[in-house]
């Protein structure tokens, strides 16, 4: 199996620039979430999606980050205007609803920094 | 095992000892809490699980211990080994909503060869 992939591995951008980071779900899974770690904050849940549709979105930090997942291999999370306390490592993770409930399965993540 | 800012609580041990790693959560109608293992550079991954009508399950090397009257959890891996280096996350949710699933700050494992 694949696992979660996610892309990129490493961002470096600056200030006011967008930034885009990728998933794809393992194949099969209907359930996809966006995490975000910082060592102030550990593990945030940012969104998650069942079945292609958002469930629950508080965890966006505000309108400048947006998810979409267009169809059940692909999620994206967009950040416009980037900034430098959105430095971080961001994670996509994907599971079975109606599997073992714990058990999701994370990517290696996406590390951005915002100069 | 919860930490305070930039600081994670960390536990040392020999290789071959057991370890035992605490935490403490948050939500007293929390119904199901999970292990999580984090090697550095990658993502979390699951390692056990337990419902909150069980007081200990056990896996390979590992087991979780639940004491709900005071809401603690710990995880327990047997003569441990450098491969177990890594930070250690429990997480707790409820109504088996994984979109309700809290992750504590995490534990850091150093183990000496």
């Known amino acids: 199996d694949a696992g979660v992939i996610q892309s990129p591995r490493h961002e470096v951008t600056e200030m006011g620039q967008e930034v885009t980071l990728r998933c794809k779900p393992i194949s099969g899974h209907n359930s996809l979430f966006w995490y975000r770690q910082t060592m102030m904050r550990g593990l945030e849940l940012l969104i998650y999606?069942?079945?292609?549709?958002?469930?629950?979105d508080s965890g966006m930090p505000e309108d400048r980050f947006s998810a979409k997942m267009p169809n059940a291999s692909f999620s994206t999370l967009k950040i416009q205007p980037s900034e430098p306390r959105d430095s971080a490592v961001y994670f996509c993770?994907?599971?079975?609803?109606?599997?073992?409930?714990?058990?999701?399965?994370f990517g290696e993540g996406s590390r951005l920094t915002v100069l | 095992g919860e930490s305070v800012g930039l600081h994670l609580p960390t536990l040392s041990v020999q290789e071959g000892d057991n370890s035992i790693i605490n935490c403490a959560y948050s939500n007293s109608a929390s119904d199901y809490f999970i292990w999580y293992k984090q090697e550095s550079g990658k993502g979390p991954q699951f390692i056990i699980d337990?419902?909150?009508?069980?007081d200990k399950r056990q896996g390979q090397r590992v087991t979780v211990l639940l004491n709900k009257t005071v809401k603690h959890l710990s995880l327990q891996i047997a003569a441990t080994q450098p491969g177990d280096s890594a930070v250690y996350f429990c997480a707790e949710t409820y109504g088996g909503s994984q979109g309700n699933l809290i992750f504590g700050k995490g534990t850091k494992l150093s183990v000496k060869p």
């Open positions: 993770a994907s599971s079975l609803a109606g599997g073992n409930t714990g058990e999701l399965f």
């Open positions: 999606f069942n079945n292609n549709v958002p469930i629950d």
């Open positions: 337990i419902r909150s009508n069980m």
